[in-house]
Every structure is written in C-alpha cells, then in structure tokens.
C-alpha cells in the first residue's frame, strides 16, 4: 500500500499588542461576542519563584500588567474548543499577573480570516490568533501587525530553553520565518494521508500508480 502525506500545521500567532488593554469584542456584525472570563479565584497562596523585572523587547513593569485584557481567536468548536475554554478558564483564575483572556470562537477558519481581516485597524482587535500561514499572510498583506516572536523565543528570563526549542519541528518554526522575522509558533500539525490498493489496480489493468 503506497501512501502520499500532506501536512497542515496551523500557528499561534501574536498581533500587535498595542491595544492590549480592557475593551470590547471585534465590532464586526459576523463576530461572536468574546466568552465572559469566569471571575477570579484569590490567589494569595500562589508566590512567584522569581520577582519578573522586565519583558522582553518592553519597557514594561510586571505591575502594568494588572487587569489587563487579551483577546484570543481561535477556530475550534465541540470538545477542543471546551478544553481551550477550561484552560483558558484556569489561567485567568490562577496567573500572578492577574491578566484575564477574553476567548473569541470563531467556529471555523473562514470566519476566524474574515474577523481578523475586518478588525486589523481597529484597537479591540484580536491579539492572538490560532491561524494557518496562508491566513497569516493574507493578514499580512492587508497590515503588518504581527509580532516578531524570535525576541521572546531568545531572552534569558521568559525565552524557552533549549529542550523546549529541540521539541519545535524546524520545519514548521522555519515556515513562520518571514522578512526576518518570526510571526507565530506551531500550534497542531494535520496529516492527511492518500492511499490505493495496488492488488485492486493490477487487476484494473494499473502497473503505476494511477
């Protein structure tokens, strides 16, 4: 049995963060209204091993970050889109930064590219996005609003170690690597696989491959 494999990797993608403070949805008429982020649980117990001083490429104090809003569109729906919303669900309830995620569900990829698309000048944009590299660029040719992500990948304090880059298929990090910049990080990779019965095409009078 011969088998061809296509791959489909699909990417997080960070836009422009300037708008990353309080607001509302998207005012796009096909947009769902973002998910109500759950209220938060005390998280007094919880103690940071390290006091963060800096981000990376910002000059932004950990203490600006409180009650700050970041909106994240992603296509899923049914049961992973339920396990997005549950982690999504227990970062808002437990992050020290006490940033709250706001869940845009798009319900497919078509309607994820149209709200993007319809939304990249507007301030209450989306600021992540879960997006194939055709609908990156697609965005990318409207407006350059992604965020080279390469800084945060390298700086000593918040960067991945090398263990953790190892786990990143070059491949697909590489495919994300444009104008010198690196837009997102690989999300989830579909194989689609094609296959024949080489028996059942011999007896159709088949030598090669149909």
Not at 91 to 102: P, Y
Not at 117 to 130: G, I, K
Not at 148 to 163: F, R
Not at 194 to 204: G, I, S
Request: glycine share 4%.
């Amino acid at each position: 049995m011969k088998t061809n494999r296509y791959l489909y990797a699909v990417f997080l993608v960070i836009l422009t963060l300037a708008a990353c403070t309080p607001g509302a949805a998207p005012t796009v008429s096909s947009t769902p209204s973002p998910t109500p982020a759950p209220p938060r649980q005390p998280t007094a117990s919880l103690t940071p091993l390290v006091t963060p001083t800096r981000f990376p490429g910002e000059d932004v104090h950990p203490l600006d970050l409180d009650g700050q809003t970041v909106r994240f569109i992603h296509p899923w729906a049914g049961e992973l889109g339920d396990q997005v919303a549950a982690i999504i669900a227990d970062f808002n309830r437990t992050n020290l930064f006490n940033i709250e995620v706001e869940v845009i569900q798009a319900g497919s990829s078509n309607a994820l590219t149209d709200i993007v698309a319809a939304s990249l000048d507007q301030a209450t944009r989306p600021q992540l996005a879960v997006a194939s590299l055709d609908q990156i660029q697609y965005w990318q040719s409207i407006s350059p609003v992604t965020v080279d992500v390469q800084p945060y990948i390298d700086d000593p304090e918040w960067g991945l170690q090398p263990d953790e880059i190892a786990d990143l298929i070059p491949t697909y990090l590489n495919a994300l690597r444009i104008d010198d910049k690196l837009l997102g990080l690989p999300a989830t990779v579909d194989v689609n696989l094609l296959f024949y019965n080489q028996t059942w095409a011999k007896e159709l009078g088949f030598s090669n491959p149909p």
